[in-house]
């Protein structure tokens, strides 16, 4: 993947940049909104990361002119204001996720892959696959070697996004956020026994685990 | 205040500089006003009345004479004319040839001045001597008309008695508007001192609270007027303004304490993982791990302080919408049922139908998630908790959440809400001893507040519980 780091912390950058590298991406920076907004028009870019506070141009100005100049590039908004005000605004301006500074890097890798991810299925789908496991959209059904699973509608909700993800590792507060649609972060882990309740029927009785821990980082359905 | 040169200007003591005496004065001006201008009235009323009735008898009288004249001639109207002179009527009558010499009369010559045929009024004074001597002068006023024959005659009469009665009257009025203005000015002198008792008081607060005395308070006399009600006002913003920075200054030390222990853990492990890699031996990684974890800790802590400052400093929380307060709670209860059930918790829910409340959605949903937290973490094996969404008679919305755990006690139940408050036997559980402050920071920012009392009461080893409910008005 190309990504387009924006952010004028430069330690932080660098840090992003490295980690992100080794993970295989080809990264490029940007040190203010100017230099983004020239490296964003110059170059093909999968992912951007854009702080939202910057000198010259913040990364919200920044996202609406490349916005309204037609650029669809998914963009990951890094900041360190984490309010619902604050995450709306980034959003309106064009931001495809908001991660609130500090995070983990783990939450950053997984949320850059699922936005890149996000742009490839961009056509509608009614029914996703996953090894052998099938969702039926419409019916609201799931299917694994041909039997039926029977899930609640959360249960429902967790198992599509993680199909819409299989094979990317998928924070606990990615799924609060897309999942729930929660965006504090609860003290005890509530969403590992939502997961375990999932893994108990789409796992038990199978040959074969497809939903994995990753440690320090979440979970990812493997096909 | 910077320092200034010192006013040389003419200022007027204290007390003429109140607001309330100046209102005095101002009223005092228009009282004043309308005063005088009644006293005027009163004036031209009978003053003018004395005239006119004064004038009217004259007519008359010359009325008389000419109809006498008119019908007997001039030697039976000289004839009355001496007669009623002589007599001891009010008038004054003086007849005079058309060339203005005196025919008969009490007066000597006319004092009409300027004479054109037409009848004409005159106003003049008389002088008399009394027995003693004293002469006194009496205001009068004539008529003088010209009869058929040409000879002239004049009828006036003394208005002495009339305008004597017309000077008490000013003199009254005068009087009245005196008094008047006097007691209005007591009375504001008065009005203004026990108003400025009553702010010097306030003043006196507010002076040293500038001066960073945060205990002081104004006094509140029981007269429940308005003062009454601004200095409990002002006490209670103090009250408020005190336990605030008491909390802030509370939450510094104690942001201090909490972040200490688990940043010196931090740095521990890292010294030692730093040594054991130099040395060669023992599992870095291991050290690297639980430091990532300790680092979460700590900014767990700090985002969690952070919020409520954030509440705090907002005074009210943002983007608050109508919102079903069953949906929102229906939503956090289906988050928390496996967690219930994972622990042998017995989970129950009841909500009212139809209620609407209006809040921060988001924050809200966060209060009632730590509410759950808390009730889950505290409640042992096989206990129960409830969560209950109901309108209270008095229109508010309640969220409340019970369980069989072992309770607060009383005494404690005020303190747990403060930040960073862990009651000993909760030492050992995780958690940053912010959850119900920020609840309660939640509550407030919305207008609404925490309560906390006991739960259900001890059932066996159970208990006695605790309830803690999240009020917030109606919407």
Redesign the interface.
């Known amino acids: 993947m190309r990504i387009l780091i924006v952010e004028d912390d430069l330690e932080a950058a660098e840090a992003m940049e490295r980690g992100l590298s080794e993970a295989g991406n080809a990264c490029v920076r940007a040190a203010d909104g100017e230099a983004g907004l020239t490296a964003a028009r110059d170059g093909e870019f999968d992912v951007m990361i854009v702080d939202r506070m910057m000198p010259k141009m913040n990364g919200v100005q920044l996202v609406e002119s490349l916005r309204r100049e037609g650029d669809q590039t998914p963009v990951l908004f890094l900041s360190a204001l984490g309010e619902v005000g604050d995450r709306v605004t980034g959003l309106q301006a064009g931001g495809d996720d908001y991660l609130v500074k500090p995070y983990a890097f783990a939450e950053l890798i997984a949320r850059v892959e699922a936005l890149a991810r996000r742009r490839e299925t961009g056509s509608v789908h009614t029914l996703l696959r996953v090894g052998e496991l099938e969702m039926d959209l419409i019916g609201r059904t799931v299917h694994r070697q041909g039997k039926e699973i029977d899930l609640q509608p959360r249960e429902f909700q967790l198992l599509e996004f993680m199909m819409r993800h299989a094979g990317q590792s998928v924070t606990r507060t990615m799924l609060l956020e897309k999942v729930w649609e929660y965006h504090f972060d609860p003290q005890t882990n509530v969403i590992d026994v939502h997961i375990s309740r999932l893994r108990s029927k789409i796992d038990k009785g199978f040959d074969r685990p497809m939903l994995q821990t990753v440690r320090g980082a979440g979970y990812r359905l493997d096909a | 205040m910077p320092d200034e040169a010192p006013a040389r200007r003419f200022r007027l003591p204290r007390i003429f500089r109140t607001t309330p005496f100046r209102l005095t004065v101002l009223f005092l001006a228009l009282f004043a006003s309308a005063a005088l201008a009644l006293l005027a009235y009163i004036y031209v009323a009978t003053a003018g009345e004395a005239r006119r009735r004064t004038d009217a008898e004259i007519n008359r009288e010359m009325h008389g004479l000419v109809s006498a004249y008119d019908q007997a001639g001039l030697s039976a109207l000289n004839q009355a004319v001496i007669e009623r002179a002589a007599g001891e009527g009010a008038f004054l009558y003086l007849l005079m040839t058309p060339d203005q010499k005196r025919i008969s009369g009490s007066i000597p010559y006319s004092p009409v001045d300027k004479f054109d045929g037409q009848p004409t009024w005159t106003t003049f004074s008389v002088t008399d001597v009394d027995a003693q001597g004293h002469t006194f002068k009496h205001p009068a006023r004539g008529l003088q008309e010209r009869l058929a024959g040409g000879q002239l005659l004049f009828v006036g009469a003394d208005v002495g008695e009339d305008e004597a009665y017309v000077v008490q009257v000013v003199r009254a009025l005068w009087g009245a508007g005196a008094l008047i203005v006097v007691l209005g000015l007591c009375g504001g002198l008065l009005m203004s001192r026990n108003v400025s008792r009553s702010m010097a008081s306030l003043t006196a607060v507010v002076d040293a609270v500038r001066n960073g005395d945060l205990g002081a308070r104004a006094h509140v006399r029981g007269a429940r007027d308005e003062f009454d009600e601004l200095s409990a006002g002002v006490n209670e913003m103090l009250d408020r303004l005190e336990r605030s920075m008491a909390g802030h200054r509370h939450a510094g030390d104690a942001i201090a304490h909490d972040l200490r222990s688990p940043l010196t853990r931090l740095r521990a492990r890292l010294e030692v993982a730093y040594l054991d890699v130099e040395a060669g031996k023992g599992d870095p990684e291991q050290a690297l ?1 639980q430091a ?1 974890e300790d680092t ?1 800790g700590v ?2 802590t700090f ?1 969690a302080v ?1 919020a409520i400052a ?1 509440l705090q400093a907002a005074g009210t929380a ?2 608050q919408v109508l919102f079903d307060p069953c949906e929102l709670a229906a ?1 956090i209860a ?3 049922e ?2 219930c059930e ?1 622990k042998g918790l017995e989970f129950d829910a009841e909500f009212a139908k139809g209620l609407q409340a209006r809040g ?1 959605e ?1 924050f809200l ?2 209060a009632l ?2 509410l759950l ?1 808390n009730a ?2 505290y409640t042992p094996a096989g206990g129960a908790i409830m969560l209950r969404v109901r309108r209270r008679s008095s229109g508010e919305v309640e969220f409340s959440v019970t369980d069989t755990g072992p309770g607060v006690p009383e005494a404690d139940r005020e303190r747990v809400v403060q930040r960073f408050v862990r009651l000993e036997n909760s030492r050992n559980e ?3 001893g912010l ?1 119900l402050s920020l609840v309660a920071a939640v509550a407030e920012a919305h207008g609404g507040r925490l309560e906390i009392a006991e739960g259900p009461g001890k059932v066996g080893e159970m208990g006695p519980g605790l309830r803690v409910a999240l009020v917030l008005p109606r919407a």
């Open positions: 791990a990532l979460d900014l767990k985002a952070l954030r943002p983007n939503n289906e988050l928390y496996p967690l994972d921060n988001e949903s966060q998630a730590n937290d889950i973490k995780p958690g940053s959850g």
